[in-house]
């Protein structure tokens, strides 16, 4: 670390204290790498975006291969945007404010480089591995096994750094905006370790350790608490950082900091479950989740309140500066989103709203409004200062405000059209009590002009984006780069024993990080504890049917090939137990029918009909010819075709193993049955193959659609079920 002690001149010796000064300087050349990254992933990650907007309404948009088939590059769109766009964006807004919150340099330069370039090569590890099928299904946890022990490591990399520069730092007193990064890095840690608990099986092949309603509730506790402990807490610490210093006005209130970081951080960790309302999951599990998501909706509020009454008497300055402009723009988007999220976890509102484009432009509002402006507002304050220089033109930064603002606008109003059209339709009966849809494809065409829109704002946000990628070029070839930026501050001082006379009794805590560390953490678990452990240890919680029994060896690799081509991210597998649902599908799902399945796939979307009681509903060669030319069976379907499936040959060299790791995770696999797993694979699959040859369909045993028909024609299939009408 650059540093040295410093006499300034004419000033006189009384104490040492007061004539000493520490010389330091900040990292700026940090800042900036990820400044750069979060502009590249930024564009890389959008881009995909538009993509699989179109795709939804021209199926040809899949390009013909079966690596940029929706199924298989949505996962990257959500990663690419979350983890490489917002999470670099994250990196480079602690790495700014902390320096200048603690007032010395990261702890170590090395750390600061090893972070960066790790973080940057676990991202291009998932560009690789997502498009080629490698994939866990987990909804924003995707990636295999051996890349989430890499995200375990660079986590501890960037947690180090910034707790050895909190413990180093010349300012005893915490700002708020550190509450918020230590918050992060915890929560995100047992998040990310809890729920990427599995069985590896091959180098890019894992089970999950939890099954069925047990996997469904650690994967939504996780991915609920991702929004939380991700996309909103480490910007809560920027907005309280780089809001105040563009406004240069106060924060409005430090004692509704303090209720705002406490009640966030407690109450957030329970909400997990709204994301399963109606489904297998124990309704008092249900009830929890939907009570501390109403309860969320006071400290959202009361962050959002705090950052716009902060810039109280200084709305002409935001009249005239951007980057004002999207910081505006970001905390309403961030208390409109925490007001629907509150919203869509009451059941009434949940019922019509869930499995719905409803869900995905309430996600988008948040993340290009919420993270997508804060972000670009920061990048706008912050880059012309470490290359001391004004901004370009702001001129184009407004351009850009307002195409981002119109992008925003022309995506989220046609999906919530579509999901309002979704629930509706899905649920009409005719006077006669008949479905009035029954086909599921009826609700789907009339979607695609609200598909079309959507592309058309993501190409609008994209645009934007594009025009502050060409500010930013500009802004930065007028500067130049203050890579090592001096600054001088006291050296902090031992601790004065004794009752504190300055103000407030949260103070105490806020000059002690360990203790805020362990008290944020127990404030985090809590929640977790409270609805996990009793489901893992009552056996009530999720009874078991006897006539449920472990998938066969074909069946488990065609499960295998359903989890590869992404079919999750459009059809789900729960019938909830609403009449419009078993009426269209059959029987409602029970809790017991899922406790062979790792990981669960109930989906959070659908765009497709739910499958969970497609087994036995159609002849193989339905299946077949479904998966060969999806309008052959559906006419005017948005699915795209498989072709692939019917030349690849079905690899069951992994079969032994995938018994062997299930086996020990208490699927009741027979001992000594691996062996002859693959002998009974082939006899199950030339049945298969015999069945569609009397429908004149020749087919070898061996290919991959022969496993993926015995999958689905296994679904829903172990007890006895209505009819769907």
């Known amino acids: 670390?650059?540093?040295?002690?410093?006499?300034?001149?004419?000033?006189?010796?009384?104490?040492?204290?007061?004539?000493?000064?520490?010389?330091?300087?900040?990292?700026?050349?940090?800042?900036?790498?990820?400044?750069?990254?979060?502009?590249?992933?930024?564009?890389?990650?959008?881009?995909?975006?538009?993509?699989?907007?179109?795709?939804?309404?021209?199926?040809?948009?899949?390009?013909?291969?079966?690596?940029?088939?929706?199924?298989?590059?949505?996962?990257?769109?959500?990663?690419?945007?979350?983890?490489?766009?917002?999470?670099?964006?994250?990196?480079?807004?602690?790495?700014?404010?902390?320096?200048?919150?603690?007032?010395?340099?990261m702890y170590s330069d090395k750390l600061s480089k090893i972070h960066f370039w790790a973080w940057q090569l676990i991202i291009v590890s998932a560009v690789i591995t997502l498009p080629l099928g490698y994939t866990s299904s987990k909804e924003y946890a995707e990636l295999e096994w051996p890349i989430d022990i890499a995200i375990t490591l660079v986590w501890v990399v960037f947690g180090w750094n910034m707790f050895g520069t909190i413990l180093q730092r010349r300012e005893r007193h915490l700002y708020v905006g550190i509450w918020f990064y230590i918050a992060t890095f915890l929560t995100v840690a047992v998040l990310h370790i809890v729920n990427s608990f599995a069985i590896p099986v091959t180098f890019l092949k894992s089970y999950s350790a939890y099954a069925g309603v047990q996997d469904a509730l650690v994967q939504w506790w996780y991915g609920h608490n991702a929004v939380a402990f991700f996309l909103t807490t480490p910007y809560l610490g920027m907005m309280y950082y780089f809001l105040p210093k563009a406004a240069n006005r106060p924060v409005y209130s430090y004692r509704l900091s303090i209720i705002h970081f406490w009640s966030l951080i407690f109450i957030y960790i329970w909400a997990g479950p709204h994301h399963l309302l109606y489904t297998s999951l124990p309704d008092w599990a249900q009830s929890l989740g939907v009570v501390f998501s109403v309860m969320l909706l006071a400290p959202s509020w009361g962050g959002m309140i705090n950052g716009l009454l902060t810039l109280r008497g200084a709305w002409d300055k935001v009249r005239e500066e951007p980057v004002l402009k999207f910081m505006v723009v970001a905390i309403t988007a961030y208390g409109m989103a925490t007001f629907e999220g509150p919203m869509l976890s009451l059941k009434n509102v949940n019922a019509i709203a869930h499995f719905t484009d409803w869900i995905v432009a309430h996600v988008h509002v948040g993340a290009l409004g919420w993270n997508g402006f804060l972000t670009f507002g920061i990048l706008y304050w912050l880059l012309p200062r470490i290359f001391q220089t004004k901004l370009y033109s702001k001129k184009l930064a407004n351009t850009h405000f307002w195409l981002g603002t119109l992008g925003i606008l022309f995506y989220a109003i046609p999906m919530y059209w579509a999901g309002f059209t979704q629930g509706l339709m899905w649920k009409q009966f005719t006077k006669e009590g008949l479905l009035q849809y029954p086909n599921f494809l009826e609700t789907v065409l009339q979607l695609v002009p609200m598909y079309y829109m959507r592309g058309i704002g993501g190409v609008l946000y994209l645009s934007g984006v594009f025009v502050m990628i060409y500010n930013v070029v500009k802004t930065v070839k007028q500067g130049t780069l203050l890579a090592n930026e001096e600054a001088h501050a006291a050296p902090l001082m031992p601790a004065v024993k004794g009752p504190h006379h300055d103000g407030h009794w949260h103070r105490w805590i806020e000059r002690r990080p360990i203790q805020l560390a362990v008290w944020a953490t127990v404030a985090i678990l809590i929640g977790g504890a409270v609805e996990m452990i009793p489901t893992f240890l009552i056996d009530s919680n999720v009874p078991t049917i006897a006539a449920v029994k472990p998938y066969t060896s074909l069946e488990l690799q065609g499960r295998d090939v359903y989890i590869r081509e992404g079919c999750v991210n459009c059809h789900t597998q729960m019938v909830r137990p609403f009449r419009s649902e078993t009426e269209r599908y059959g029987e409602y799902s029970k809790a017991g029918e899922f406790v062979y399945d790792r990981p669960f796939l109930w989906g959070s979307k659908r765009t497709g009909p739910d499958l969970h009681r497609v087994g036995g509903k159609y002849p193989h060669s339905w299946h077949y010819h479904h998966m060969l030319d999806p309008t052959s069976m559906s006419p005017g379907s948005i699915m795209p075709p498989y072709p692939w499936l019917f030349d690849q040959t079905l690899d069951i060299s992994t079969t032994e193993a995938k018994i062997n790791a299930l086996r020990k995770l208490g699927t009741p696999y027979p001992e000594g049955y691996e062996k002859q797993a693959n002998d009974d694979l082939k006899k199950q699959a030339e049945k298969i193959a015999a069945e569609l040859a009397l429908e004149k369909i020749e087919v070898k045993p061996d290919k991959e659609i022969v496993a993926l028909i015995a999958y689905l024609q296994r679904l829903g299939t172990d007890i006895k079920v209505k009819e769907a009408k």
């Open 1 to 105: 670390m650059l540093t040295q002690t410093i006499t300034l001149p004419n000033q006189p010796l009384y104490a040492e204290q007061d004539s000493l000064l520490d010389k330091f300087f900040y990292d700026n050349k940090i800042v900036r790498d990820f400044g750069y990254a979060t502009l590249f992933w930024g564009v890389a990650g959008m881009l995909i975006g538009v993509i699989i907007a179109f795709q939804l309404a021209r199926p040809e948009m899949n390009m013909g291969t079966q690596y940029t088939t929706f199924g298989r590059v949505r996962p990257l769109h959500t990663n690419a945007v979350i983890f490489a766009f917002v999470g670099n964006g994250i990196f480079m807004g602690v790495y700014y404010s902390l320096q200048r919150l603690c007032k010395t340099r």
